[in-house]
C-alpha cells in the first residue's frame, strides 16, 4: 500500500464512524426538542467538549498555527483572550442561562429566549436575531467548507472543489439525520482526537528537531521576535487580538450547550473540563507552529507552501502513513464539528424562530423535524457558494463571523441574565447596532486598525443600556422569572434533585 493509501483508508474510517453515530443520534430524535437541543440531557463532559470542538473549527489546527508561523508568538493572544473569554462564559453565563431558558418558557433557542425573556410581543426580537443568525453563520460555515477544501487539496492533492464536497457531504449526512445529538456526540468524538493530536504532534516534532534548546535556537536564526508575545505588534493589535473572549458570551453553537445541560448545577464541572482541554489544545497548537519553524529552517529542501498547513504537513512527515490519517482526521475533526453545530443553530433559527411565525401552526412533530432537516441543507447550500470564492483566509471569515455574533448577541445575552431593566427595545436596537457596526467597521480601512468586534461589543452595550433605560416599562411577571432564574442558577452546589435523561 502507498502512503497516500493509508492515509485514505484511517480518514474512510473517521468518516464512517461520524455517519454511524448520526445514525444512533437519528434513532433518539423524536420531536423537535430533540432535534434541536437533545431533550436538555447533556452531561456536563459531553457539554464541554462538544462546546469545546464546535467552538475551535479549523481554526485550531489551520488558522492559528499559520497566523503564529508567519507573525509569531504575538497572534496567541488570540488564544489568550479566546481562554479567558471561555472561562468567563462558562463561570458567568452557563449556570444562569441553563436556568433561565427552562422558567422563561422551556426556550429552545437563543432568539426565542430572548422573545420570552422579554415578552416581546411583536415578535421583532424572535425575527431579527434569526436572520442575524443565519446571516453571520452562513459565512462560519462556509469558512469550515474552505477549510475542508483546503484540507483534501495539500494532504491528497485532490482539488478545492472535491475537498470541500467530501466535507460538507459527510457533515451533511449526520446533522441532517441526528439533529443536535448527532452534532453533540460526534463533537465529543472530534474533541478527543483533536486533544490527542495537539498532543502527539508537537512531542514527536520536537524531538524531530533536536529537543527544546535546538528547536528555540533555530527559530531565533529565523527572527527571534517570533518568540515574542509583543514584538511585530502595536497596542491596538494586541487588544485586538485578546478581544476575541469577548465573542463568547455572543456565540450561538456554544450557548446551545449551555442550554442543554442536565441543570446548571453541571456547569461547574463542564468549565474545568473545558477549560482543561482548551488550554492543552491552544498549548499544542502554537507549539506546533513554533517546532514547525524550527523544522523547515532545519531541513530547507522541505517546502511549506501554505503556512496555514504547517500542521498538516508535519504529520505527514513525522508519521507512519496511517498514523498520519488519523492525525489528519483530527483536522477533519475541527471543521466538521463546528460546521454540524452551526447548521443546526441555522437550522433552529429558520425552522424555530421563523417559519413557526409565519408556518402552520399545528405542523405535527415529525414535520417540525423535517423543516429543520431542510434549513440545514438550505444554509449548507448558500454558505457553498460563498466558499467557491477563496480570497479571504480561513482565519478571516471566521473572525467577521465571530465578531458579528460577540457584538449583536454578547451584550444582550449578559443584559438579559443580569439586569432586570433590559427593554425590548434596548436589546433590539443593541442587535442591530452590533451587527452594523462590525459589517461597517470590518469592511473599511478601520478593519486593519481595530478588530471590529471591540467597536461592535461597546456601541452594542451602550445602545442597548440607554434605550432600556429610556423605553423600560416594569413586569412582574418578568422580575418573578428574573428572580427565579437567579436562585436557582446560585445553587451551584447542591445536589439536583432529579436530572433529565
Not at 452590533?434 to 459589517?439: E, H, I, S
Request: one cysteine or more; proline letters at 3%; hydrophobic letters at 55%.
Amino acid at each position: 500500500m502507498t502512503d497516500q493509501t493509508f492515509q485514505l483508508v484511517a480518514i474512510v474510517l473517521y468518516l464512517a464512524g461520524m455517519i454511524a453515530i448520526g445514525w444512533f443520534a437519528f434513532r433518539q430524535t423524536n420531536d423537535l426538542d430533540d432535534y434541536m437541543l437533545a431533550g436538555r440531557g447533556l452531561r456536563p463532559g459531553t457539554a464541554a467538549l462538544s462546546a469545546g470542538a464546535s467552538d475551535m473549527s479549523g481554526w485550531l489546527l489551520l488558522g492559528l498555527p499559520g497566523a503564529i508561523y508567519v507573525s509569531g508568538l504575538v497572534e496567541a493572544w488570540i488564544a489568550i483572550g479566546l481562554t479567558i473569554g471561555a472561562w468567563l462564559n462558562w463561570k458567568f453565563v452557563a449556570p444562569r442561562l441553563r436556568s433561565y431558558t427552562q422558567i422563561s418558557n422551556n426556550s429552545i433557542t437563543i432568539p426565542s429566549f430572548f422573545e420570552n425573556r422579554l415578552k416581546d410581543t411583536t415578535r421583532l426580537l424572535r425575527v431579527v436575531s434569526g436572520v442575524i443568525i443565519l446571516v453571520f453563520f452562513t459565512f462560519y460555515v462556509s469558512s469550515g467548507m474552505v477549510a475542508g477544501g483546503v484540507f483534501f487539496e495539500n494532504s491528497f492533492g485532490s482539488t478545492f472543489l472535491t475537498g470541500m464536497l467530501i466535507v460538507a457531504g459527510v457533515t451533511l449526512l449526520y446533522t441532517l439525520f441526528g439533529g443536535f445529538l448527532g452534532a453533540t456526540l460526534t463533537d465529543v468524538a472530534q474533541g478527543i482526537l483533536m486533544l490527542v493530536a495537539l498532543v502527539v504532534v508537537p512531542i514527536v516534532a520536537l524531538n524531530a528537531t533536536g529537543g527544546l534548546t535546538a528547536t528555540i535556537d533555530s527559530i531565533r536564526e529565523v527572527n527571534p521576535d517570533l518568540l515574542s508575545l509583543t514584538a511585530g505588534g502595536s497596542v491596538l493589535g494586541v487588544i485586538s487580538a485578546a478581544a476575541w473572549g469577548l465573542g463568547y458570551v455572543g456565540q450561538p453553537h456554544i450557548l446551545v450547550r449551555f442550554m442543554a445541560l442536565r441543570t446548571a448545577q453541571d456547569a461547574k464541572a463542564g468549565r474545568r473540563i473545558g477549560i482543561g482541554w482548551m488550554i492543552i489544545t491552544a498549548l499544542g497548537a502554537i507549539s506546533t507552529a513554533l517546532i514547525g519553524i524550527a523544522y523547515f529552517q532545519q531541513n530547507p529542501d522541505v517546502t511549506l507552501s501554505n503556512p496555514e498547513t504547517v500542521f498538516l504537513l508535519l504529520s505527514q512527515i513525522l508519521f507512519h502513513p496511517f498514523v498520519a490519517g488519523l492525525v489528519l482526521a483530527a483536522v477533519l475533526a475541527a471543521i466538521m464539528s463546528t460546521i454540524s453545530s452551526q447548521l443546526i443553530v441555522c437550522s433552529s433559527a429558520l425552522v424555530e424562530d421563523l417559519y413557526k411565525i409565519v408556518g402552520k401552526k399545528d405542523a405535527s412533530a415529525k414535520q417540525m423535524v423535517n423543516l429543520g432537516r431542510l434549513g440545514v441543507l438550505l444554509v449548507a447550500l448558500a454558505a457553498g457558494l460563498i466558499a467557491l470564492n477563496r480570497d479571504s483566509t480561513i482565519l478571516e471569515l471566521v473572525g467577521f463571523a465571530w465578531a458579528g455574533f460577540g457584538a449583536a448577541f454578547g451584550p444582550v445575552v449578559l443584559l438579559s441574565l443580569y439586569w432586570k431593566k433590559l427593554s425590548t427595545w434596548g436589546a433590539l436596537s443593541a442587535m442591530v447596532t452590533g451587527a452594523v457596526v462590525v459589517f461597517i467597521w470590518g469592511n473599511s480601512p478601520l478593519g486593519d486598525v481595530m478588530y471590529e468586534i471591540v467597536p461592535g461589543f461597546i456601541a452594542s452595550l451602550l445602545v442597548a443600556f440607554v434605550v432600556s433605560l429610556l423605553t423600560h416599562k416594569p413586569s412582574a411577571e418578568v422580575e418573578a422569572e428574573f428572580d427565579a432564574a437567579v436562585e436557582q442558577s446560585h445553587h451551584l452546589y447542591e445536589a439536583p434533585e432529579t436530572v433529565a435523561r
